[in-house]
């Protein structure tokens, strides 16, 4: 990752303001873009700063709302008047991406999937009995 500083404006202070950004479908645990390690580059030239990001899956229905979400928080850095988030295709998305942080707020643990399997079975089981 460049981390390139002009300005005032600094590499680390653009990733602080991307771990308040958040997948919709991971805030509720709170795994920033960060922690999913979406975060491919940043790069700073004066005021303006781009961020290539990866895709968990190129079908995310979110993509739009977390590019704008990046820009509009990036551009509350004093200093930053432009912000641009591209999504590039070139390296694919894994889970060993994730920090440690993110792989433990997503794991499930065996004691919350017993409930969910015990459910299912017991559901089939009528359903088998109609």
Not at 93 to 117: C, G, N, V, Y
């Amino acid at each position: 990752m460049a981390d390139t500083t002009t300005a005032g404006i600094g590499h680390d202070d653009v990733m602080a303001v991307l771990r308040h950004c958040y997948d919709p479908c991971c805030k509720e645990r709170q795994v920033s873009v960060v922690d999913m390690g979406l975060v491919e580059q940043v790069r700073i030239d004066g005021s303006q700063v781009d961020i290539d990001i990866i895709l968990t899956t190129g079908w995310c229905p979110f993509a739009w709302h977390l590019l704008q979400m990046m820009e509009e928080e990036v551009k509350t850095l004093p200093g930053v008047e432009q912000v641009q988030v591209n999504i590039t295709w070139d390296t694919p998305w894994s889970p060993e991406r994730m920090s440690a942080l993110a792989r433990e707020r997503l794991r499930l643990p065996l004691e919350q999937l017993l409930p969910l399997r015990e459910a299912r079975r017991q559901n089939a089981q009528q359903e088998g009995a109609q």
